[in-house]
Nanobody, 118 residues
Framework: QVQLVESGGGSVQAGESLRLSCVASGSMFGGFNMRWYRQSPEKGREWVASITSTNRTSVADSMKGRFTISRDNVKRTLYLQMNNLKPEDSAAYYC????????????WGRGIQVIVYS
């Protein structure tokens, strides 16, 4: 069972940046399709960004230009660089993974909180 652990969250002022990390256990990280999503009481669950095992990326329209997803396969780490943060970006952020390449999500992180003050 692959374990995912997020880090890098916190409280920031609007306009500032944060970089979230998601470290995976196991040696096959390079083959995982990964994504970030977020959840808040106001908006519910939102998909944020995805990256495939071949480094093809996609980002939600509302976050394009501000958020960047990337990965370091040597470090077994997924990243989410978040710039120009807004109060509406406040949420719990989660990473998850399709570790088998079948499109089925089978690994989940526990989440990390991001709070953006105006």
């Amino acid at each position: 069972q692959v374990q995912l652990v997020e880090s890098g969250g916190g409280s920031v002022q609007a306009g500032e940046s944060l970089r979230l990390s998601c470290v995976a256990s196991g040696s096959m990280f390079g083959g995982f399709n990964m994504r970030w999503y977020r959840q808040s009481p106001e908006k519910g669950r939102e998909w944020v960004a995805s990256i495939t095992s071949t480094n093809r990326t996609s980002v939600a329209d509302s976050m394009k230009g501000r958020f960047t997803i990337s990965r370091d396969n040597v470090k077994r780490t997924l990243y989410l660089q978040m710039n120009n943060l807004k109060p509406e970006d406040s949420a719990a952020y989660y990473c998850d993974a399709d570790t088998s390449g079948t499109g089925h999500i089978d690994a989940w992180g526990r989440g990390i909180q991001v709070i953006v003050y105006s």
